[in-house]
């Protein structure tokens, strides 16, 4: 049963519900034990940061920024802040100091926590330039505070002021008037063509959204949640909350470089991710099968054609499939399948949510195969995640992103653009009355810049409006699309692709290198860095034909003719990528413009 009241309250609640039961799992910074914290621990907590908050004068509505990676301690906070109607501002663990500078001053900011040696030395060297940060409370007790900084304090100290619940009555109180009206957060979009914008998120909004996300995912009190994701992002941070209106156990992954190894040795039965993590799984996957006997390659090979069969050609269709066909996939699935859930640590999987980007055909089909439940949806920031996803049970068409969600009103424009109107939708953006004026229809309805269409009540994605490139010949293309398709090749990491206003598509492909580097010493090819490796014309021959597979379903015009593979990562230092690793085309054209030009010379 679900517990959807005011955010102020919610661990409160949910505590008299399940008392000593446990609630968060985690690894405390720098620590490889598991441990955990009861509804009760976690209350007495939130309540005992909530009156330390007050004692050092934070207001109703004031802004209180978090710049951590996810921990327990930032859940704390969240919930401590809605406790006394604060707002928080979550930055990701990611941020430059120029994102830090303008969030904190943008936002006003005076009360700045962060998470460990990275995220303090980088507000440490800001606290100049932003004249409204007075105190930075650090969540890791090994971060090295510097003997010159009065107003930093170590978070074990900071909750002192909270010890007996001195202010506790003005808690009561100020939860007594918390209002659905009441600014929850302010999330700032890392934006891949310009400045951060602040999606302003009220406590009615979530309410909205746990309330429509509640009849339609189906997350329970049995559940274990891995927190994956940032918190910063609002699919994880409204996955997060809405798995704790459900009762469900939580584990805080710290660092997302570990999550396999958390899945291991965790065992959740739901995680929200995004794409490119099911594409790694299946270029692991399958990658491990290439390196096996053949015997036993046939065998992986006739059990996914077995699962598509019964999941994707019967079940996603929402037929029953025949009777043998059933058998021997049960068969399958309890000894070929379960061993590579094992291997993941997904013994128990229940479902998981999957957004943020287009999702390949390859890897939907893939997964579903294997007998893992993935539930693709859209949403955005300014939608509070979720407009639309597949329900579990039910039939789904590989390729859609699932049904709209109840309470939203989905409309097509003429130009082929998502329009969003419901409780769940922003009322606008910080401190910018013109974009978020821009923003909405003159009926009111919320500009997505996402093209698309329905079908049959399922919500089908084409491109980013302002994303769709148009070559000399006149041809539409859309990139992101092309970059779905590829990036399932086991050898690339990163593409991107390059078209606009040229006579070709051509490409950006960043590769995995351990894995090209193992492929040139088994086929005895020589090389001294990653600069001759990239530029070798056996390897790149070798890479041609990879693509010119995968593309074999795209129109001539759409194909891949040229590429360059880069020596090195794209990288969020020098502004190519986002928080969210998306890829800001505009940077990557402008510092990689000699190897573009290179590749239309003739």
């Known amino acids: 049963m679900q517990t959807n009241c005011h955010m102020s309250v919610l661990v409160h609640e949910q505590a008299k519900k399940y008392g000593d039961r446990e609630m968060l799992i985690y690894q405390d910074f720098g620590g490889r034990e598991w441990k955990s914290l009861s509804w009760n621990q976690v209350s007495a907590i939130v309540k005992q940061v909530s009156n330390a908050m007050l004692n050092i004068g934070v207001k109703p509505q004031e802004n209180i920024g978090i710049f951590s990676q996810n921990s327990v301690q930032y859940i704390e906070c969240d919930f401590a802040a809605w406790g006394i109607r604060a707002v928080t501002i979550p930055f990701y663990a990611t941020s430059s100091e120029q994102q830090i500078q303008f969030m904190v001053n943008d936002a006003k900011v005076r009360i700045l926590f962060v998470g460990e040696q990275e995220q303090y030395d980088k507000a440490r060297r800001v606290v100049s330039m932003c004249p409204t940060l007075e105190r930075i409370i650090v969540y890791d007790p090994h971060v090295r505070i510097s003997t010159h900084d009065p107003n930093s304090i170590y978070f074990h100290d900071f909750i002192k002021l909270g010890e007996n619940l001195p202010r506790q009555t003005e808690v009561d109180q100020l939860q007594k008037e918390a209002s659905f009206e009441d600014i929850a957060n302010i999330l700032y979009t890392s934006g891949t063509t310009g400045d951060s914008k602040g999606v302003i998120l009220t406590h009615g909004q979530f309410h909205a959204a746990f309330e429509a996300n509640g009849k339609c995912v189906p997350v329970n009190e049995h559940d274990r949640v891995m927190n994956f994701l940032p918190y910063t992002h609002i699919f994880e941070r409204g996955w997060a909350i809405l798995a704790i209106t459900k009762g469900a156990t939580m584990i805080v992954n710290t660092h997302p470089q570990d999550v396999q190894q958390s899945m291991r040795e965790t065992h959740p039965t739901c995680m929200s991710a995004v794409p490119r993590f099911w594409e790694k799984v299946y ?63 997904l013994e128990n999987a229940h479902f998981f949510p999957t957004a943020g980007a287009a999702v390949s055909a390859y890897v939907e089909e893939f997964v579903h195969s294997i007998g893992i439940n993935m539930i693709v949806g859209y949403g ?55 974009l978020t004026k821009q923003s909405f229809t003159a009926d ?20 980013r409006i302002k994303d769709l490139f148009k070559t000399s010949n006149g041809k539409y293309i859309a990139p992101q699309m092309i970059e779905s398709k590829l990036l399932v090749d086991k050898y690339i990491d990163q593409i991107c692709i390059i078209a606009d206003q040229r006579k070709f598509v051509s490409a950006l492909i960043v590769p995995v290198y351990p894995l090209l580097e193992e492929y040139a010493q088994k086929n005895g090819i020589i090389f001294k860095d990653r600069e001759q490796l990239c530029q070798d014309q056996h390897i790149i021959t070798m890479m041609q034909e990879r693509i010119d597979t995968l593309q074999q379903q795209l129109a001539h015009y759409e194909k891949v003719k040229r590429f360059t593979l880069l020596p090195h990562h794209l990288s969020m230092e020098k502004g190519e990528l986002t928080n969210t690793l998306k890829i800001r085309r505009r940077v990557l ?14």
Request: net charge negative; hydrophobic share 35%; charged share 25%.
């Open 283 to 345: 270029m692991g996957v399958m990658d491990k099968i290439d390196h096996s006997s053949a015997m036993q390659r046939k065998l992986f090979k006739h059990a996914l054609s077995v699962g598509r069969k019964h999941n994707i050609e019967y079940l996603s269709l929402g037929k029953k499939p025949p009777i043998a066909l059933h058998l021997e996939y049960e068969l399958l699935n309890s000894t070929v399948f379960s061993l590579v859930r094992k291997e993941l640590g």
């Open 380 to 434: 955005l920031t300014e939608s509070l995640a979720t407009v639309s996803c597949d329900h579990l049970g039910e039939p789904y068409t590989v390729g859609s992103v699932g049904i709209p969600i109840e309470g939203i009103d989905i409309k097509i424009s003429e130009e082929g653009e998502i329009l969003l109107k419901g409780p769940t939708i922003t009322i606008g953006y910080y401190n910018r009355e013109d």
């Open 444 to 463: 009111g309805y919320f500009r997505t810049g996402d093209a698309g269409y329905l079908k049959d009540g399922e919500l089908f994605l084409k491109e």
């Open 589 to 602: 054209y402008e510092n990689y413009k000699a190897q573009i030009d290179k590749m239309y010379l003739d």
